[in-house]
């Protein structure tokens, strides 16, 4: 049975992102990433074992983020028109943290990433709008635009890894000089797994509501 109220939503969470002067580099193989960067396991407050590690990280060159998913039977199926069916990583931010805002502004941003559907069936990213929102932000892509998302993935038969860079241009409002803390929320969904989500669920409105998301503070 589920539980009506799920543990995480008695919380406001807050967690230092971690500052890296040299980022990880973006191949796809994770070179770089530590037990620093993993965000926090959020799912074992409902005593969910998550079932791939995700990292992150800052500077001043934007946003990085990887995972990590094994255990694969299905073949990959990701498609960035419909991005939200299959296997994909997203990443919600709010550059203004505005945490009683139900209905996201211009600082609010949908980022997705998939670790292969691109060219050449290569890994693709980009972003979305956040349904209901007061203001949008502009899109962007890894594969048009003069300021692309960086994407890396590699594939195997019972595993793939995937890590992105979202540089400062693609950040609506990204100044962490003024503003170190930030709305972040991601949720990885794999066909094998199901879904790992960082705070709440679906059936909560994370994908319309930041005040849902976690804060994160860019702490050098």
Same mark, same amino acid.
């Given at each position: 049975?589920?539980?009506?109220?799920?543990?995480?939503?008695?919380?406001?969470?807050?967690?230092?992102?971690?500052?890296?002067?040299?980022?990880?580099?973006?191949?796809?193989?994770?070179?770089?990433?530590?037990?620093?960067?993993?965000?926090?396991?959020?799912?074992?407050?409902?005593?969910?074992?998550?079932?791939?590690?995700?990292?992150?990280?800052?500077?001043?060159?934007?946003?990085?983020?990887?995972?990590?998913?094994?255990?694969?039977?299905?073949?990959?199926?990701?498609?960035?028109?419909?991005?939200?069916?299959?296997?994909?990583?997203?990443?919600?931010?709010?550059?203004?943290?505005?945490?009683?805002?139900?209905?996201?502004?211009?600082?609010?941003?949908?980022?997705? &990433?998939?670790?292969?559907?691109?060219?050449?069936? *290569?890994?693709? !990213? @980009?972003?979305?709008?956040?349904?209901?929102? $007061?203001? +949008?932000?502009?899109?962007?892509?890894?594969?048009?635009?003069?300021?692309?998302?960086?994407?890396?993935?590699?594939?195997?038969?019972?595993? &793939?890894?995937?890590?992105?860079?979202?540089?400062? *241009?693609?950040? !609506? @409002?990204?100044?962490?000089?003024?503003?170190? $803390?930030? +709305?972040?929320?991601?949720?990885?969904?794999?066909?094998?797994?199901?879904?790992?989500?960082?705070?709440?669920?679906?059936?909560?409105?994370?994908?319309?509501?930041?005040?849902?998301?976690?804060? *994160?503070?860019? !702490?050098?």
């Amino acid at each position: 049975m589920n539980q009506l109220i799920p543990n995480r939503l008695l919380f406001d969470f807050e967690f230092p992102l971690r500052y890296r002067k040299k980022a990880p580099p973006i191949d796809g193989e994770l070179t770089g990433w530590t037990d620093k960067d993993l965000l926090p396991p959020l799912d074992l407050l409902e005593d969910h074992e998550p079932f791939a590690p995700v990292w992150a990280c800052w500077n001043e060159t934007g946003l990085f983020i990887a995972c990590r998913v094994e255990g694969k039977q299905k073949p990959l199926r990701c498609d960035p028109k419909v991005f939200w069916k299959g296997d994909n990583l997203r990443l919600c931010t709010d550059m203004r943290d505005a945490r009683k805002n139900k209905r996201a502004t211009r600082y609010c941003q949908q980022f997705f &990433f998939l670790p292969t559907g691109g060219k050449g069936n *290569a890994a693709v !990213a @980009g972003s979305a709008n956040i349904l209901r929102a $007061r203001e +949008g932000a502009p899109l962007h892509s890894s594969e048009r635009g003069v300021h692309r998302i960086k994407v890396a993935s590699s594939v195997v038969s019972d595993q &793939f890894t995937l890590e992105a860079h979202i540089p400062t *241009a693609c950040l !609506a @409002g990204f100044d962490p000089d003024e503003h170190d $803390r930030i +709305g972040f929320y991601y949720i990885l969904e794999d066909r094998d797994h199901g879904q790992q989500f960082f705070t709440v669920d679906d059936e909560l409105n994370w994908h319309i509501d930041p005040s849902t998301w976690a804060t *994160a503070v860019l !702490a050098r």
